[in-house]
């Protein structure tokens, strides 16, 4: 492929016309069917959620550093650990990687014009929109306090805003539905000419296996609040014991979906992941079919273990055993996935640029999180440590130090895909910096505190905790920093940042081969998918961005046959 000397000129610059400027006018914005524009859309919508919900993280942390009651009283530490579970979960992590990133990627990398149903996609933005406005009604109308799980029957005689917070979590839940199907169809249906399931990116699998799970699951969370809402405006007995019903029940409801949420967070995660190890070792994925339907086998597993939540809630012994096991079942796709990555990243050619600094980041603390699963799975460990700060810690390493990171690195990797322009590197590894450190100080001292005994959702605790709880608090401050840094730089780059060019990696998907940042329909000419999307080993792709090493050159990497030199 000899590219010509305007080809290559053309690569490296920015693209004037694109779909950020044209057409023009807020109405264009607010009306677009452009899934580029949607997906930025509901990315200021997620990143202003993350503000909102570390903020009250921040607020906990620091009624947290003594003792004694410092700043609020009992019932509003309630609150904001509450409102910070709730923000998180319901509004930033689902949403975060299919809605925002998801939607802006995913097209492109299947050589699309758009996803299957444009309109459902915008309308999925103005639902998630709805349900966000509900959620603040309850914050700014006396909030919740029954923590995110809403369990009953607290959450059907608390006298706090729970039917508004609940509705919030029905409608958010009809936007994550539209995104799945969305996905689901554009998948099966707008693949480029030349596309085989087994030449999709490792990132649209992943994606695919979260829709699924997003379909199925999700209404099953949002009967269930309905019944909560019925029975706490009606009256009806469905779960309070006092009006003849099972507090059990909701808790098995609740799970059902929740545990599979929990793979709506990390799945996606790991699918950016795997795109970040292959580009940045520039080689093969190694046992590609392995990572793309582990990514299924995790979905479907993860419909099993729901009961692993309540193995102190009262369920028979037979049923806790049984779901003990398959939880550790579970365990296998995800080792799967985590071996794979290290075999690809052996013998690569690997570059330290940000977005694989993340993805380290990711490796160690969500294998930390991953493998503190396993602790809880074990039903003889869990008795003693079920809601206690080892459960803190746990679902933080897997979240934040799962999800979370891979957010941070697809955001890095597809920034100047998205923008046209790059980020100032050195900044960003001080971002890096700070957040891992700042990530292991606020929750590795928590998996301390846990086994010492602390449990979780109080404000006040026993003297002989409060030193690991400062540390902790200062960990979320250090937090803070790297937050910071990152959100000064992004915003700075996408006024002043250096031109990145269409490939400022050498990746070798779809969607470096159209300008940064694409035109409105995605590509100039329909793209073939002639190669498998990680075939550094036939294809090489040419580097745009002078900050990656062989800029200018097509850098061809190393074949997957080991020579032997004699
Ligand atoms: C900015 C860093 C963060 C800090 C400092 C932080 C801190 C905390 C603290 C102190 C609690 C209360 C623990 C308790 O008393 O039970 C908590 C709970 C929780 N956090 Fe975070 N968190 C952070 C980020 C996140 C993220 C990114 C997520 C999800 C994506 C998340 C999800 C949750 C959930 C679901 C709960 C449980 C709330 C409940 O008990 O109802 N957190 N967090
Ligand atoms: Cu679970």
Do not use: C
């Not at 999307?533 to 061809?556: C, H, Q, S």
């Amino acid at each position: 492929m000899a590219a010509t000397v305007a080809d290559t000129k053309a690569s490296m610059a920015y693209a004037e016309v694109n779909y950020l400027n044209e057409p023009k006018g807020l109405k264009s914005w607010l009306l677009t069917l452009d899934h580029k524009r949607i997906g930025l859309m509901y990315f200021f919508a997620i990143m202003t959620m993350f503000f909102l919900g570390g903020i009250f993280a921040l607020l906990v942390r620091l009624e947290l550093f003594t003792p004694k009651q410092d700043f609020f009283g009992a019932d509003t530490y309630n609150k904001f650990f509450t409102l910070h579970g709730a923000i998180m979960v319901f509004l930033f992590i689902i949403p975060s990687i299919p809605a925002a990133l998801g939607n802006i990627i995913l097209p492109l990398q299947l050589g699309a014009k758009d996803v299957a149903f444009p309109r459902l996609n915008l309308a999925s933005w103005y639902v998630y929109v709805t349900g966000a406005l509900f959620a603040i009604y309850s914050m700014v109308t006396n909030a919740v306090d029954t923590g995110w799980t809403f369990y009953a029957p607290y959450s059907t005689t608390t006298n706090t805003a729970v039917i508004s917070m609940t509705m919030a979590v029905f409608i958010l839940g009809f936007s994550s539905i539209f995104t799945g199907l969305n996905f689901l169809v554009t998948i099966h249906k707008l693949r480029a000419p030349g596309m085989t399931w087994f030449k999709m990116p490792l990132f649209v699998w992943g994606l695919y296996a979260t829709a699924l799970i997003q379909v199925l699951a999700t209404p099953v969370l949002a009967i269930t609040v309905v019944l909560l809402m019925l029975e706490r405006g009606l009256g009806i007995g469905i779960f309070d014991p006092a009006m003849g019903g099972d507090p059990v029940l909701f808790q098995h409801f609740f799970w059902f979906y929740s545990h599979p949420a929990v793979y709506i967070m990390i799945l996606p995660g790991m699918a950016i992941i795997s795109e970040l190890i292959t580009a940045f070792s520039r080689k093969q994925m190694f046992g590609y079919k392995f990572v793309g339907f582990s990514s299924l086998a995790i979905a479907l597993t993860g419909f099993m273990v729901w009961g692993h939540h309540m193995f102190t809630s009262g369920q028979s012994e037979l049923s806790a055993v049984i779901f003990s096991f398959i939880t550790f079942l579970v365990g296998i796709p995800s080792g799967i996935k985590i071996f794979n990555w290290l075999a690809t990243m052996y013998r690569g050619s690997i570059t330290l640029q940000t977005p694989m600094l993340w993805a380290f980041a990711f490796l160690f603390l969500f294998t930390i999180g991953g493998l503190t699963g396993i602790f809880l799975g074990a039903i003889s460990l869990d008795i003693h440590l079920h809601d206690t700060y080892f459960v803190v810690a746990h679902f933080h390493y897997v979240m934040m130090g799962g999800t979370v990171m891979a957010l941070m690195g697809g955001i890095h990797y597809w920034w100047p895909k998205i923008w046209g322009r790059m980020y100032n590197e050195k900044l960003a590894r001080f971002s890096v910096f700070f957040v891992f450190v700042g990530f292991n100080v606020t929750f590795f001292t928590q998996f301390i505190l846990g086994t010492r005994g602390m449990p979780r959702r109080y404000y006040q605790y026993l003297e002989q905790y409060q030193t690991l709880h400062e540390i902790s608090t200062v960990g979320s401050w250090l937090l803070l920093l790297g937050f910071a840094i990152m959100a000064f730089y992004l915003i700075h780059s996408i006024f002043k940042g250096k031109v990145a060019g269409n490939n400022p990696w050498g990746a070798l998907t779809l969607e470096w081969t159209t300008s940064s940042p694409p035109p409105a329909h995605n590509f100039e000419r329909q793209p073939i998918a002639v190669n498998g999307p990680y075939d550094f080993d036939k294809v090489a792709a040419e580097i745009t961005y002078e900050g990656t090493p062989g800029f200018g050159e097509t850098v061809v990497a190393k074949k997957e046959t080991t020579e032997v030199k004699h």
